[in-house]
């Protein structure tokens, strides 16, 4: 039975469209979260006398807690934006499908 | 002696638990009896004891003990996600680095921090879509449930029992040192009251007691922040000033230092960290006790937030507490500033607190640290009896014909049985060094748990095979690297030399997995791997949309 359901999904142009517009936002983002990160992780690896000097002239602010500060607010803010969108737009376009699927006769 | 005993026993009866003989060893440090900590702490056990019995009663069905009948909010879970993930070694442990070495505490938060983002991105969702008790039922959903659930059962025990023994013996000296009670006393405390909030409340009572606990850890820890920072008029540029001038590492403070040499090391540990806990079975589960998908996002979201702040928190607490802890000659063992920290060097956060809030708030934050404890443990036991008694019993042993009843009453008796392993490890392993555990935990999570729980949800050629020679793989990996590195090979078992240099093994155990994975499903050419390839399908257009998820009960 759910199986039916499945089938019907899956040949509904919408499920193309909400896989292709979901998977390539959560990658995009992902892979932004990843380079960020791992680039950051590089320097710490191999230019570590960098994140420890001063942001300008005269600052105390370490180029180190400066960027991972501004990090941790950033990462932060991807959940934010993720949610927003896949709690609205994804999520009507996935219940729209769901009706449409259970509507047509068997 | 008589004191510490009569405290100890009223605190045990007044927990509603009776307790026979307690061995009273005065040996090994002991603070004098804190009776602000205890009194608060007792607070805190009288209401998570009524909502244990609250919550018992409205566990009846598999649904309600595992994932408290997915009733839960994405609000409530984001606490409590947040309270599984800051346990007492997060507050202690890294206000003690950042206090000894400076902003290498920072660069490990934000390597515990930025696994978050990956998961609500390419997880929390199909998570929720597809898995209904544990994270086995995702990996095993079209593939052999027999030898799958074995396997991750095996994986997510061997996680939990390493965590759960590095939390026990944490607890032991930690509760020695803050309330004055014997190491073995605080280890039965311990056991006994996580097993009291399983066994009757399961999901809902351990979720609760987790939420309470995140809400105290919040305010207690950002209380004292703030207290701490008001010294230096909230200003970064005085704080780091004052902090470079007297800290023995000057301008090298805030510059990343020793504890990452080497370039693999730091590597392996951010992919240790990051991927480790997109495999901790303790928070996978946390995924099944929300409703629907937009829930378990919403978890992700608050959870992060919540942790994304309190690590902010406490580098900062840190940082104060070089100045505030490190001039003060209270705090040092014959009073020499710069000697040995008295309690250890754990205990900066705790020092920090009674500098400025008194013993009011050092009381305060001492009973947080037990509550942490507690609930950690508590989560890590019901996803250690879950893996038990719904992988293991109902699924593989009774192959799905067990009966509700049956299921919750095996789960009841694996918490009692690992509370009790987890008393008699927390008591062998007393003196032992295991800082490797919490390590390997987070090594095999992330080399044998996640590798083929993300293949099993995104790769179509993953066979039964596959997923076993992956997982076996993984842990096998994982387990022998941290053998064979310095901390188990040279500093437990006392040889010379380490056979393996690193003692991160995620960087090397877990392409092994991934390799093997594909490898075993490739070369799989079984009329089975073709209709497990095939089941797919149906997997995945349920893991984008939910449908044929399992909803909530209540």
């Not at chain 1, 359901?5 to 990658?27: D, T």
């Not at chain 2, 290498?104 to 696994?115: P, V």
């Not at chain 2, 403070?253 to 504890?259: E, F, T, V």
Request: glycine share 10%.
């Amino acid at each position: 039975m759910s199986s039916v359901i499945y089938e019907r999904m899956r040949v509904n142009p919408k499920f193309q469209e909400l896989v292709r517009r979901r998977g390539r936002f959560a990658w995009t983002l992902a892979t932004i979260v990843l380079v960020l990160f791992y680039g950051f992780f590089m320097l710490v690896a191999f230019n570590p006398g960098l994140l420890g000097q001063r942001i300008a002239e005269g600052s105390m602010w370490p180029i180190g807690y400066t960027i991972e500060l501004v990090l941790f607010v950033f990462f932060w803010l991807t959940t934010v934006v993720y949610v927003r969108r896949a709690n609205g737009e994804f999520d009507d376009l996935t219940a729209e499908m769901i009706r449409e699927a259970q509507k047509e006769k068997p | 002696m008589s004191k510490r005993l009569t405290t100890a026993l009223t605190l045990l009866m007044l927990s509603g638990l009776a307790l026979a003989g307690p061995a009273m060893d005065a040996s090994g440090v002991k603070q004098p009896t804190n009776w602000h900590a205890i009194i608060m702490f007792l607070i805190f056990v009288a209401m998570t004891m009524g909502i244990t019995y609250w919550a018992a009663g409205r566990t009846k069905s598999t649904a309600d003990f595992y994932t408290a009948g997915g009733g839960i909010t994405g609000f409530q879970n984001g606490l409590a996600i947040a309270g599984d993930y800051m346990s007492a070694a997060t507050l202690l442990g890294l206000t003690a680095m950042t206090y000894t070495q400076g902003y290498d505490g920072y660069i490990y938060m934000l390597a515990f921090f930025a696994g978050w983002p990956i998961i609500l991105f390419l997880m929390a969702e199909r998570l929720r879509n597809l898995g209904r008790f544990t994270f086995a039922d995702i990996t095993s959903y079209r593939l052999d449930q027999g030898k799958v659930r074995t396997m991750a059962a095996i994986s997510s025990l061997v996680v939990v029992v390493f965590y759960l023994i590095a939390q026990m013996v944490g607890a032991g000296q930690l509760i020695k040192l803050l309330f004055g009670l014997d190491y073995n006393i605080a280890i039965f405390v311990v056991g006994i009251l996580m097993m009291v909030y399983v066994t009757l409340g399961g999901m809902v009572a351990t979720t609760w007691v987790q939420i309470i606990k995140a809400c105290m850890l919040l305010f207690g820890g950002t209380l004292t922040l703030l207290l701490a920072y008001s010294q230096f008029g909230f200003s970064l540029t005085t704080l780091l000033e004052k902090a470079e001038a007297i800290h023995k590492l000057g301008p090298k403070l805030m510059a990343p230092g020793s504890l990452l040499a080497d370039p693999i090391t730091a590597i392996s540990l951010g992919l240790g960290l990051m991927f480790g806990t997109a495999g901790l079975p303790h928070i996978l589960m946390r995924f099944f006790t929300v409703g629907n998908a937009k829930e378990a996002r919403k978890s992700v979201l608050y959870a992060s937030g919540f942790v994304g702040f309190f690590f902010n928190v406490i580098f900062l607490m840190g940082l104060c507490a070089v100045l505030i802890v490190g001039q003060n000659p209270e705090f040092f063992e014959g009073g020499t500033i710069g000697g040995k920290l008295i309690g250890g060097g754990n205990m900066v956060a705790m020092h920090l607190a009674k500098a400025v809030g008194g013993n009011m708030l050092l009381g305060f934050l001492a009973a947080v640290a037990f509550a942490t404890i507690l609930a950690v443990v508590s989560g890590l036991a019901l996803a250690g009896a879950s893996a038990i008694s719904h992988d293991i019993y109902a699924r593989v042993i009774r192959k799905g014909q067990a009966t509700e009843k049956e299921e919750i009453r095996v789960s009841r008796i694996a918490t009692i049985g690992l509370g009790m392993l987890a008393i008699v490890l927390g008591i062998l392993f007393e003196k032992m060094n295991i800082a490797f555990m919490v390590g390997l935990a987070f090594g095999v999570a992330a080399a044998a748990n996640f590798p083929v729980l993300i293949l099993s949800m995104y790769w179509k050629g993953l066979t039964t095979r596959g997923a076993l020679w992956g997982g076996y793989g993984g842990v096998i990996s994982a387990v022998l690297f941290v053998l064979f590195s310095k901390s188990v090979w040279v500093d437990v078992l006392g040889n010379k030399a380490a056979l393996f240099p690193y003692t991160q093994p995620a960087l090397f155990a877990m392409p092994i997995a991934f390799l093997f994975a594909y490898i075993f499903s490739k070369s799989d050419t079984s009329a089975r791997s073709k209709l497990e390839q095939d089941a797919f399908e149906d997997q995945y257009v349920r893991a984008q949309t939910g449908f044929g998820a399992s909803g909530a009960s209540h």
